[in-house]
């Protein structure tokens, strides 16, 4: 059995994390492509020098510690926090492919993530790699549903897609998932153009 407990700011955290939907969101609706990177680079630079900031500043940190700590990982009061990652990730996505693209592989991160660890943790009773299967197979059907409706690809390219990225996001590792998922989703589904079907 590795089931958990999915306390309040575990919870909390993955309500940001879906939240951070938002941002796919309007850029799909409403923004070109230029205009998001901007809004994410500026995103990405407040949080790098809020990061910059308290781990150089211990009055700096202990208010940080104070405002959000609860929510933080153990290995986040002293580097940097998922939300930076978060933010990175997101530049170099819509960076790097088109909206058709980015959209998706972005939402992955937002939603389908954070459902994993919303039904892993407290449900998950077998394992798979480093993750529960019960989070992973919630993985899989979000980001196949997320492929469904915003990715411009095929059936059989979308259970590939979310396959193989199910697989990258459950295997132990020590690169960061923020960047790692919508960086993997982007390339795949840039590769699956290609595919015969």
């Known amino acids: 059995m590795i089931a958990g407990r999915l306390n309040n700011p575990e919870l909390a955290r993955k309500g940001i994390h879906i939240a951070n939907s938002a941002i796919p969101l309007i850029y799909y609706y409403r923004m070109s492509q230029d205009l998001i990177l901007r809004i994410l680079l500026i995103l990405a630079f407040i ?3 809020i990061e910059y900031l308290r781990l150089h500043y ?3 940190q202990q208010l940080f510690i104070n405002l959000v700590g609860p929510a933080l990982r153990n290995h ?3 580097h940097l926090t998922g939300a930076t990652y978060v933010f990175a990730g997101m530049v170099f996505t819509a960076f790097l492919f088109p909206k058709e693209i980015a959209v998706p592989a972005m939402l992955t991160l937002s939603v389908a993530d954070a459902m994993a660890a919303v039904i892993g943790i407290p449900f998950g009773r077998h394992r798979f790699l480093a993750k529960s299967l019960e989070g992973s197979l919630t993985f ?3 980001t196949c549903t997320i492929l469904a409706i915003y990715a411009l690809v095929s059936w059989p390219a979308i ?3 979310a396959l193989i990225v199910t697989v990258v996001e459950a295997y132990p590792k020590s690169f960061d998932d923020n960047i790692l998922i919508p960086l993997t989703v ?3 589904l840039y590769l699956a153009r290609f595919l015969p079907f």
């Open 47 to 49: 949080a790098l020098l």
């Open 76 to 78: 986040e009061s002293n």
């Open 140 to 142: 899989f059907i979000f």
């Open 159 to 161: 259970l590939i897609v």
């Open 58 to 60: 211990p009055r700096l």
């Open 186 to 188: 982007g390339s795949l």
